[in-house]
């Protein structure tokens, strides 16, 4: 079964002060790993796909890395508008579905 | 390019009652997924189509359905609701074939009284 865990499950920085959220999972092959960003009543937004280990992908302050187990979200000089839940899926390869196991979130905060 | 519309946006019923929710997928995509989404259990699975054939399934009851349209629109059906079936209701839509992004609706919130 394919499993995501998110940590923390919250983070409060302050403005400018730079960190990282996790995503560990467990998938029998992974076809992608997606971050999202959830915004409190709306749906998710896509934000990153990355496919295979040792890529990266870059928007704007964020940065997404990947490994064979474990993911990560780098927020590089964080303003209050990067405040949100960010979320973190995978979809398994194989023929015939494309649906993502999502982790439960890490809710960030980004005190001016 | 207009993005994943749902509709209703909220929703209050009676337990007991049965409900239909609609999503309009992106212009040519052809794959559609719904995803329920709860404060204690994050989002979870609950169907995908694609050309009007359920690809796949998750873990819920039968009284969750769907079905897709010729036009890609889907619908998703919840029958004789429980308190329990509260909860914010996704739609994502996909291209279906050679690329794996899902971009998601506002969702429709239901809760059941």
């Known amino acids: 079964e394919d499993q995501v865990t998110q940590s923390p499950e919250a983070l409060r920085l302050q403005e400018g002060e730079s960190s990282s959220l996790n995503c560990s999972y467990t998938?029998?092959?992974?076809?992608?790993l997606f971050w999202y960003r959830q915004d409190p009543g709306k749906g998710p937004e896509f934000l990153f796909t990355?496919?295979?280990a040792g890529e990266e992908k870059e928007k704007e302050r964020l940065k997404a890395t990947l490994t064979k187990k474990e993911s990560f979200l780098h927020i590089t000089a964080p303003k209050p508008e990067d405040s949100a839940t960010y979320l973190c899926a995978v979809q398994a390869s194989g023929a015939g579905s494309y649906q993502l196991t999502f982790g439960k979130g890490t809710k960030l905060s980004v005190i001016p | 390019k207009a993005g994943v519309t749902q509709t209703p946006r909220y929703l209050i019923k009676t337990r007991g009652q049965q409900v239909t929710l609609s999503c309009s997928p992106i212009?040519?995509?052809?794959?559609v997924s719904w995803y329920q989404q709860t404060p204690g259990q994050g989002l979870q699975f609950l169907f995908e189509?694609?050309?009007?054939?359920?690809?796949n399934k998750g873990n819920f009851p039968g009284r969750f359905s769907g079905r897709q349209f010729s036009n890609s629109r889907s619908e998703m059906n919840v029958s004789t609701l429980e308190l329990g079936d509260s909860a914010l209701y996704l739609c994502?839509?996909?291209?279906?074939?050679?690329?794996?992004?899902?971009?998601f609706g506002p969702g429709t919130r239901l809760t059941v009284t």
């Open positions: 994502a839509s996909s291209r279906g074939i050679s690329s794996y992004e899902q971009y």
């Open positions: 990355l496919y295979s």
């Open positions: 189509y694609f050309s009007e054939t359920q690809r």
């Open positions: 212009s040519g995509h052809r794959s």
């Open positions: 998938v029998s092959g992974l076809r992608g």
